[in-house]
């Protein structure tokens, strides 16, 4: 059974850097073709993808975001790891972690976590 | 900037066919941007119905289907219910590891 589950603050000042945790279960990230992706949801707005790790290492960012993210594994503790630096208020959002699959297919969830960004 | 689209909002008679779209603001959509679609009701998390063009996602009903349309990507709901009424996301792939959403539409079903 696969399971994903996002920890991290759910609040943060301006300019302070979030880091963002998710932790799964049900695969290996050192399998051949698994890739976790963040993705965030401001509320009521759109949702947005943020980046990408890969099972080899790779990494991946949002174009208008890249000079802000960091993605990193931790393949013994089944963890992916995700810092966005100078946070803001438009920052505030439901950030969710996401399992992909062969075909690129997003198939697993996390339940997300709200961050608000205020001083 | 690449831009992904989709019309915002949509309506839909129950038991009626509804088809939502996901474009490009250049180009055209094909199967080289696996084309996914997700569903989302408020306060939860998205849920997967299609990936890689038309490719239903595990347990979902085939009234859902997926294909490219023109130089789209397209989201067929037939027989619509009510419990269909919600938010649909598609995302694209650009190349180079990078994903993008599209807006959203959302669909009411009445």
Known sequence: QVTLKESGPALVKPTQTLTLTCTFSGFSLSTSGMRVSWIRQPPGKALEWLARIDWDDDKFYSTSLKTRLTISKDTSKNQVVLTMTNMDPVDTATYYCTRISTSLNFDYWGLGTLVTVSS | ?110
């Open chain 2, 1 to 110: 900037q690449t831009v992904v689209t989709q019309e915002p909002s949509f309506s839909v008679s129950p038991g009626g066919t509804v088809t939502l779209t996901c474009g490009l603001n250049s180009g055209s959509v094909s199967t080289s941007s696996y084309p996914s679609w997700y569903q989302q009701t408020p306060g939860q998390a998205p849920r997967t119905l299609i990936y890689s063009t038309n490719t239903r996602s595990s347990g979902v009903p085939d009234r859902f289907s997926g294909s490219i349309l023109g130089n789209k990507a397209a989201l067929t709901i037939t027989g619509a219910q009510a419990d269909d009424e919600s938010d649909y996301y598609c995302l694209l792939y650009m190349g180079s590891g990078i994903s993008v959403f599209g807006g959203g539409t959302r669909l009411t079903v009445l």
